[in-house]
């Protein structure tokens, strides 16, 4: 067996050899040893900072940006919810790349819009941005992939968007999608009393109802708005009458259907009309939203009488949609071509010059060339003003995205054939034909025909800015629009202007040397982006409390105790206030001298005592109990606060004795 070294040892002591380390030189080294701290990673440390606890974030400081699409319904949405916002605390921003939050508030009636609002919330998520979506995308179809994990506001429930917000800013996902009802019945939406933002400060849009009676087979939006809900009169009343206060020059009634309005609660469009044109101020002017052809049949009369008016603008949105019978019964619309030619007869015939304005799909499912050749006739016919083409789009969940679709290459055509047609008149001229045929006049009666319209003088109310800045924007007693000169004086007023150019969709026009620039009988306007909706019963609330017994007036009284549920109840604001705090503080402190007491007492007693006194305590505590039981009348010692979720938006409180 070979050998594990060359040489053997004679003693274990051989092993150490004369060149290593003695033992008293290992022992000085040691002394001299510096201890290696290790570097702690501080990392995590550093991103817990960056990142606090989501409830140490504190609500109401962050900046907002709202993007709305769609119609005016929507916008006034949008209005409400900035508004509310913003009385809140928040600051509603117009750069998005500086938000805190997107509130994106979404319209389903056509593809390209939802594809639009998909894309926004992608780039939020990209941009590590708060979301809250709204509108009626989520409310029509919340479980879609792509909405999963944020939290939606339902068309009824914008006046909860600060909850909303306040716990996305948190980091919670929160979905409200409930319906607003009152004893069973579906009531129109949120308050129209709530604080708004209007985009347009001298324009207020006013929702009259939601939904409609309609099932069309193509559209999405009755998934979202459901049937018709009405507003009642004195609510819409009171609505305009405050809109005048802040400022509002023009009033837009809107919903999905307004000629529907009250038939679900007793009324009619015509009635509630009626009772708004008497509060609307000398100057302004009220616009009337789209209406369907079978529910103003029945009340042409009526509305040729207050589309004559001079205080309402005679303008009608009328949709069509298509002039074949056959086509129309597959999109369910209730009515037919002859029904929709005696409307627009009537009102053209009793309502010299109106604007009438429709709306056309191409290539609903099933239409033919002969069908969409009966529509072409229609509007070659007509001639209308206002034209809103609309290539078919079959939106998910609706009967008509199951029926045999007309090809993609077919729908571009038609849409482009008629948009086509559509430029080829110029609908001032036609119209002015229209009104000086109706001039009883005999020497003017049909004298001309081409470029009508210039050289006439028109009174017009200023509203707006143009997309180019460069002229302010009117519009006539037919809702036409007049472009006037950049003159800060005439904003919100009405002018008297010359015209001198017409184009397809716009008249240019000069105001008259002579002529007064005419106010309308309201305050000043309220700037833009300042908060509008603080109603008188509101600010007596901000500025008295819940004192309501010393409320001059019996009906501020009643709209009072609604209005103080928006008010944060903190018990300084509630009467006797201060008086109920410092109870509280004494009744806590004296609380605290008793426990003290006891327990100096506890502890110098011996063990079968402390048992004894803790017995007699209990027992004498249970007979106080007893006492204050049969003989308070209801009121409490200690304050209980909560805040609730309610189904209809509103806070609640629950109070207990126990």
């Known amino acids: 067996?070979?050998?594990?070294?060359?040489?053997?040892?004679?003693?274990?002591?051989?092993?150490?050899?004369?060149?290593?380390?003695?033992?008293?030189?290992?022992?000085?080294?040691?002394?001299?040893?510096?201890?290696?701290?290790?570097?702690?990673?501080?990392q995590k440390n550093v991103q817990a900072d960056d990142d606090p606890p989501s409830d140490s974030i504190i609500p109401g400081a962050q900046k907002i940006w709202i993007r709305t699409w769609g119609c005016s319904h929507n916008n006034s949405d949008g209005e409400y919810m900035a508004g509310q916002l913003a009385s809140y605390?928040?600051?509603?921003?117009?750069?998005?790349a500086e938000a805190d939050l997107w509130l994106l508030n979404s319209c389903t009636v056509k593809s390209p819009a939802e594809d639009h609002f998909r894309n926004s919330i992608k780039k939020a998520q990209e941009d590590n941005k708060k979301v809250v979506l709204a509108g009626c995308v989520p409310q029509a179809q919340p479980r879609q992939d792509y909405l999963k994990g944020l939290s939606i506001i339902g068309v009824q429930q914008i006046d909860r968007v600060v909850e909303v917000v306040e716990e996305t800013i948190k980091g919670h996902?929160?979905?409200?999608?409930?319906?607003?009802?009152?004893?069973?019945?579906?009531?129109?939406?949120?308050?129209?009393?709530?604080?708004?933002?209007?985009?347009?400060?001298?324009?207020?849009?006013?929702?009259?109802?939601?939904?409609?009676?309609?099932?069309?087979?193509?559209?999405?939006?009755?998934?979202a708005r459901g049937d018709l809900a009405s507003y009642p009169i004195e609510e819409l009343v009171d609505r305009a009458k405050q809109s005048f206060q802040e400022g509002v020059c023009e009033i837009w009634l809107t919903s999905e259907d307004t000629g529907a309005y009250g038939r679900d609660i007793g009324t009619d469009l015509p009635t509630l009309l009626w009772k708004l044109v008497d509060v609307i101020p000398e100057g302004a002017m009220l616009r009337l939203g789209m209406t369907n052809p079978p529910y103003i049949l029945e009340h042409l009369e009526e509305m040729a009488k207050i589309l004559n008016h001079p205080r309402v603008y005679a303008f009608l949105h009328i949709p069509v949609q298509s002039a074949s019978d056959s086509i129309l019964m597959d999109m369910k619309r209730e009515y037919c071509v002859a029904d929709f030619k005696r409307v627009v007869d009537f009102l053209k015939e009793k309502v010299?010059?109106?604007?009438?304005?429709?709306?056309?799909?191409?290539?609903?499912?099933?239409?033919?060339?002969?069908?969409?050749?009966?529509?072409?006739?229609?509007?070659?016919?007509?001639?209308?003003?206002?034209?809103f083409i609309n290539q078919f789009y079959p939106r998910p969940g609706t009967p008509a995205a199951?029926?045999?679709?007309?090809?993609?290459l077919v729908k571009k055509q038609r849409t482009k054939d008629l948009s086509q047609l559509f430029h080829s008149y110029s609908?001032?001229?036609?119209?002015?034909?229209?009104?000086?045929?109706?001039?009883?006049?005999?020497?003017?009666?049909?004298?001309?025909?081409?470029?009508?319209?210039?050289?006439?003088?028109?009174?017009?109310?200023?509203?707006?800015?143009?997309?180019?800045?460069?002229?302010?924007?009117?519009?006539?007693q037919f809702y036409e629009q007049v472009l006037v000169p950049k003159d800060p004086e005439f904003m919100g007023k009405m002018v008297e202007v010359d015209i001198y150019e017409a184009g397809k969709h716009f008249m240019k026009g000069r105001p008259v040397s002579d002529a007064n620039v005419f106010t309308p009988s309201i305050t000043r306007p309220l700037a833009k982006g300042e908060v509008s909706g603080i109603t008188e019963e509101f600010r007596y609330v901000l500025e008295n409390g819940l004192n309501l017994k010393a409320c001059p007036s019996p009906g501020i009284r009643e709209k009072a105790s609604l209005s103080s549920r928006m008010v944060m109840q903190l018990p300084w604001l509630q009467e006797g206030g201060g008086l109920k705090m410092l109870s509280v503080s004494l009744a806590l402190l004296a609380i605290l001298v008793t426990f003290y007491?006891?327990?100096?007492?506890?502890?110098?007693?011996?063990?079968?005592?402390?048992?004894?006194?803790?017995?007699?305590?209990?027992?004498?505590?249970?007979?106080?109990?007893?006492?204050?039981?049969?003989?308070?009348?209801?009121?409490?010692?200690?304050?209980?606060?909560?805040?609730?979720?309610?189904?209809?938006?509103?806070?609640?409180?629950?109070?207990?004795?126990?």
């Open 427 to 476: 609908p001032y001229d036609h119209k002015n034909f229209e009104r000086i045929n109706s001039m009883t006049t005999p020497w003017i009666k049909g004298a001309y025909v081409h470029c009508a319209q210039v050289g006439e003088r028109q009174r017009v109310l200023v509203t707006e800015e143009s997309f180019d800045s460069q002229f302010y924007v009117a519009h006539n």
């Open 89 to 96: 605390g928040y600051k509603i921003t117009e750069n998005a």
């Open 173 to 223: 996902s929160v979905r409200l999608l409930g319906q607003k009802k009152d004893n069973g019945k579906r009531l129109g939406g949120a308050r129209l009393d709530l604080p708004k933002i209007r985009k347009n400060p001298l324009i207020e849009i006013i929702s009259i109802n939601t939904g409609c009676l309609n099932a069309c087979t193509y559209c999405k939006t009755k998934h």
């Open 1 to 42: 067996m070979p050998a594990a070294c060359d040489s053997l040892l004679e003693d274990i002591e051989d092993i150490v050899s004369a060149q290593d380390v003695k033992p008293h030189d290992r022992q000085f080294a040691r002394k001299n040893v510096v201890p290696k701290v290790r570097k702690r990673s501080s």
């Open 402 to 408: 199951k029926i045999h679709q007309v090809p993609a």
């Open 352 to 387: 010299p010059g109106i604007t009438i304005a429709t709306d056309i799909i191409c290539g609903f499912p099933g239409e033919t060339d002969e069908d969409f050749q009966d529509t072409m006739k229609l509007v070659e016919e007509y001639r209308f003003p206002s034209l």
């Open 597 to 658: 007491y006891r327990a100096l007492v506890y502890t110098t007693l011996p063990p079968h005592l402390l048992l004894q006194v803790l017995v007699l305590h209990v027992l004498q505590d249970n007979a106080q109990g007893a006492y204050n039981t049969h003989n308070s009348s209801g009121e409490l010692s200690g304050l209980h606060a909560c805040r609730g979720m309610a189904s209809a938006g509103e806070q609640s409180c629950s109070r207990s004795s126990g």
